[in-house]
């Protein structure tokens, strides 16, 4: 069972939406579901990082400047013009995936450092501006964002809903919106993966030079594959500034690329509950050991080498791959 | 590892249980919830915060706690990161239900909270300096430190004594250099004082010559003041010095620490900057009302820590007291109830000046809270 479980194409989504609907059962208090909630927006995010880290093969630095620059539309437009969130963070998505496609379309031909320093670059000049903008950005302080709502309907973690007769807490509602955007996400990204456009980018992955002489258009997809991704990253950054209620460039900065970057790599390449998992535990990992604040910053390096250094193709592949070769072991003894 | 992780997330889980369940008794502790920048770039502001809070929270609860209850300091480490800082902010009024916030080092950090804190109706009592946090008035936010308005202003009152009309003014692009910049360009001219040359330098520049030397090259300018906060006001003020710039020149209370003068060395001599009577304890006069309070603070802390004391902690110091004196004048910690109390604190003596509160105003420090200190011989001298 647990065989068949593995194999078919959707059925990591069905564990995740069975994931999702269970967690609720174990959170006591809002701040835990605060705490749930930007677990799945960054995990949305890094979905969408894997599709250019993990499959296509390409590395992006800068990826936390998209998150930023959907966060700072939403959050300018919606507090200084006035705009409604929904269209806006719509539109947002959109500005970012046009900018993503001028931005990618020259740095893409790089490979390897180069293409590393130059996404680094685009980040750290996204950053800059945010930081120096002040007069329409807040600047280096900051600055706060109106809650996300619909037709003057407002979604705040500190009202209460009835919902087809229920009464669900705002938190609980946060939560459920962005666990159906997870899904979404994974959706679309397990059929992005699953189509030719992704045997497309694994064969870029594996060789470029192999994928071109076959008659893969390879700049055509690893720009489309960079789009998408940044899209992906729009939205949800989008998201967070109204969940968060204030945002300072700090979110669009090279630290939160790196954690991106390094939610993907601990996760597992290429395995989306992997990236999802990785998520979990880099935003969860700074709360579970607040306590012994004076060692926090040692414990989190420490569990990223030891990571690293047994695990290195990322938790979820690595304990799956062990799962496996157990029942292997465990089919051949019966046999 | 994962196993290990989980044992530590059900007990961390468990805990959290704990605290609702245990609901309020009579002698349940009064709790204190902080989030400082204890570690990272803003560590040299969130350390003596929270060595001060510790050490007073011990200090009120051997002597009975407030209202016959022990207070519990609950505290997070938010690095000198906002979203972190916001996200702590969360788990101290929903998960630890704190009775009141005395926190936040940074302005970014404070304002990154104040939205989900004002949600959530919890006092809170801010140790960031801009003015921005408490002005526009926010009903449950507080702060105890100056706003770099009033330092603005109170340089500038030091100014127009000196008969000085003509400045030029170099400030960091930072947040606090930033927010300073456009409060000075506002106090001056309310105040009638021309800004000649306003330059600004990134805080990670290694040198300022370039910006200086237009300063030093407009003959018009009267007097210099720096707006800037970390290692960049000392290499301003090294700079100054190798220039030749012989103008009266100024820096902002960002800089007003010991640390400042041994950075800057002798080029410091003859600055002026405004600074709470802190660094100052043996000048003040006798009958000067915060004498007693400051010299009390200034020993046990220099006595427990074994370093020397900096205005950082002295906010600490007046927020905690703060909390304390509202909570007893509510009699209880029905959160309304200490908000209105923390709105009508009138004459509170604390050691970075007199507060008086009002429902327009929750800083309640006067620009004249600011004394003017003069380096002389390598430490500070006041001013009258």
Partial sequence: MLKSLTQHRLSGLALLAIIILLVPAFLNNPFQYDMATLVLIYATTVVGLNLLVGYAGQISLGHAGFFGMGAYFSAVMTSRFDWSPVPTLILGAALVGLVAYIVGRPILRLKGYYLGMATLAMGFIIYITLNNEGWLTGGPDGMPVPGLSIF??????????????????????????????????VWIAQNLIDSPIG???????????????????????????????????SLMGSLYAHFQGFITPESAGFMESIIFVTMVVLGGMGSTLGVIFGAALLTLLPQLLADFHDYEMMMFGL?????????PKGLLPTTQAFIRKKLHKKAEDKA | MSKKLLRRGGLLAATLAAGIFSGAQAADPIKIGSFLSVTGPASFLGDPELKTLRMYVDKINEEGGV??????????????NASNARNYASRLVRADRVDIIVGGSTTGATMAAVPLIEQSRTPFISLAGAVVITDPVKPWVFKTPQSDRLAAERVMQDMQERGITKIGLISGTGGFGRSGREQTQQVA???????????TYSPSDTDMTAQLTRIRNNQDIEAVFNFGFGQSPAIVTRNFAQLGIDRPFYQSHGVASNSFLDLAGSAAEGLRLPASPILVPDSLADDDPQKTIVQAYVDAYEARWNESVSTFGGYAYDGLMLAVAAIEEAGSTDREAVRQALENIQGHVGVTGIFNMSPNDHNGLAADSFRILEVVDGGWKLIE
């Fill in chain 1, 152 to 185: 003057g309907w407002e979604l705040s973690t500190f009202n209460t809903y009835s919902f087809l007769g229920m009464e669900i807490s705002g938190s609980l509602a946060w939560y459920w919106l962005m666990g159906v955007m997870l899904i979404l996400g």
């Fill in chain 1, 199 to 233: 045997r497309a980018l694994r064969s870029v992955h594996g060789s470029e030079v192999a994928a071109s002489v076959v008659g893969v258009d390879t700049p055509k997809f690893k720009n489309l594959v960079f789009v998408v991704s940044a899209i992906y990253a």
């Fill in chain 1, 303 to 311: 569990i990223l080498m030891l990571t690293m250094i047994f695990m």
């Fill in chain 2, 67 to 80: 209202l016959g209850r022990p207070l519990e300091l609950v505290h997070y480490d938010d690095e000198g």
């Fill in chain 2, 189 to 199: 001219e309310a105040m009638g004082i021309q800004i000649l040359e306003d330059v």
